[in-house]
């Protein structure tokens, strides 16, 4: 089996892997993936991305990818960017695991290194939005984190049904 390599991108890095990051966007959207597209078209993964990489040289965000056999697989990332009164607190999102890397515990690596990074910055509150009943709200249970409520027919999925959102946190 392949060994798994996790690396903090800065902003030129993420901009020399966008086909790369596209690819997991876009093979997570087609599976269906709640991430805040409802389908896959590649101009809008291209911009969300691009506008990743300029949130990665302003700061605001951190970006976290897995390898195997030398391909990007997976990424998360811990947004920093809070008003005044939140600068305790990170948000995680974009969870995404290529459907092929899938059940290796990337996710769970991801999470665990995406948790130190926030509290490396000082800090002290995560919170993240994950869609209810999904496998990952599963993980972010097993991994100490709370459920802070339940929003019903919050995001469109690609199936075009309106799915609840539930919202969690972890302190640390």
């Given at each position: 089996m392949?060994?798994?390599e996790?690396?903090?991108?800065?902003?030129?890095?993420?901009r020399d892997?966008?086909?790369?990051?596209?690819?997991?966007?876009?093979?997570?959207?087609?599976?269906?993936?709640?991430?805040?597209?409802?389908?896959?078209?590649?101009?809008?993964?291209?911009?969300?991305?691009?506008?990743?990489?300029?949130?990665?040289?302003?700061?605001?965000?951190q970006?976290?990818?897995?390898?195997?056999?030398?391909?990007?697989?997976?990424?998360?990332?811990?947004?920093?960017?809070?008003?005044?009164?939140?600068?305790?607190?990170?948000?995680?999102?974009?969870?995404?695991?290529?459907?092929?890397?899938?059940?290796?515990g990337i996710?769970?690596e991801?999470?665990?290194?995406?948790?130190a990074?926030?509290?490396?910055?000082?800090?002290t509150?995560?919170?993240?939005?994950?869609?209810?009943?999904?496998?990952?709200?599963?993980l972010?249970?097993?991994?100490?984190?709370?459920?802070?409520?339940?929003?019903?027919?919050y995001?469109?999925?690609?199936?075009?049904?309106?799915?609840?959102?539930?919202l969690?946190?972890?302190?640390?």
């Open positions: 392949n060994q798994v996790y690396e903090w991108l800065d902003a030129q890095q993420a892997e966008l086909p790369a990051l596209c690819r997991v966007l876009h093979s997570c959207v087609a599976q269906g993936a709640s991430v805040g597209f409802v389908n896959c078209n590649t101009q809008i993964f291209t911009r969300f991305w691009q506008d990743v990489v300029y949130s990665l040289a302003c700061g605001d965000k970006l976290l990818v897995a390898r195997l056999a030398d391909r990007i697989v997976a990424t998360v990332m811990v947004v920093l960017a809070m008003p005044p009164n939140g600068s305790h607190r990170a948000e995680v999102i974009k969870l995404l695991v290529h459907p092929d890397a899938r059940r290796r996710a769970r991801l999470m665990l290194k995406a948790e990074r926030a509290r490396e910055a000082g800090r509150l995560l919170v993240l939005d994950t869609r209810s009943g999904d496998a990952a709200e599963a972010y249970r097993s991994l100490g984190w709370q459920m802070a409520g339940s929003i019903p027919h995001a469109c999925s690609t199936e075009g049904r309106l799915d609840a959102t539930t969690m946190y972890k302190t640390c």
